[in-house]
């Protein structure tokens, strides 16, 4: 069974920084790439960053370059997203998603639990 | 950026009838387009991918279609479970875009 658990959101000054983490079991991780989307406080899917299976590939919305980073670690089956210089607008839950496939391209068919990031002061 | 428009924003139907759910993007996507439902306080579920393929696990009264710039969710005949919001999701371009989602209700 395909799992993915989500953590490291919380409460977290403007400027400051966070690091989410997502630990994938149940399939072979280092064969997909992961996703992360967000989730505003009542609003639509935001997508945020990809990074392919090696981890060779970063994707990046536009809003977040510069100070998001995505990485994995493939021998803990763990994808990261290292968020700094946070904005009030980076509040929202981050759910990580798998691929449908190692070739199907932005199908996510598995999201984990969400994990809440608040930016405020 | 492609925009994905959803239309209605929000459905009112009862169980048993059918829903008909619209994406239109603003430019060509082929058939490189997701559908995705979310209830309450839950993850997003995907249902549709490439169009018209159900995704594993997803009843038969979930069909998706259409190609290029305009997309179809068809729910045959609503179960109590269906009522949620429901995305649309393109591929075919980078960034990645959802649709702002249409609420499906029970009337």
């Known amino acids: 069974e395909v799992q993915l658990l989500e953590s490291g959101g919380g409460l977290v000054q403007p400027g400051g920084s966070l690091r989410l983490s997502c630990v994938a079991s149940g399939f072979t991780f280092s064969n997909y790439a992961m996703t992360w989307v967000r989730q505003a406080p009542g609003k639509g899917l935001e997508w945020v960053s990809t990074?392919?299976?090696?981890?060779?590939?970063?994707y990046y919305t536009d809003s977040v370059k510069g100070r998001f980073t995505i990485s994995r670690d493939n021998s803990k089956n763990t994808v990261f997203l290292q968020m700094n210089s946070l904005r009030d607008e980076d509040t929202a839950v981050y759910y990580c998603?798998?691929?449908?496939?190692?070739?199907?391209?932005?199908?996510?068919?598995?999201w984990g639990q969400g994990t809440l990031v608040t930016v405020s002061s | 950026e492609v925009v994905l428009t959803q239309s209605p924003a929000t459905l009112s139907l009862s169980p048993g009838e059918r829903a008909t759910l619209s994406c239109r993007a603003s430019?060509?996507?082929?058939?490189?387009l997701a559908w995705y439902q979310q209830r309450p306080g839950q993850a997003p579920r995907l249902l549709i991918y490439?169009?018209?393929n159900r995704a594993t696990g997803i009843p038969a009264r979930f069909s998706g279609s259409g190609s290029g710039t305009d997309f179809t969710l068809t729910i045959s005949s609503l179960d109590p479970e269906d009522f949620a919001v429901y995305y649309c999701?393109?591929?075919?371009?980078?960034?990645?875009?959802f649709g702002q989602g249409t609420r499906l209700e029970i009337k």
């Open positions: 490439d169009a018209f």
């Open positions: 430019q060509s996507v082929g058939t490189s």
């Open positions: 990074l392919t299976g090696g981890g060779g590939t970063t």
């Open positions: 998603a798998k691929f449908l496939a190692s070739t199907s391209g932005s199908i996510f068919d598995y």
């Open positions: 999701q393109q591929r075919n371009n980078w960034p990645v875009t």
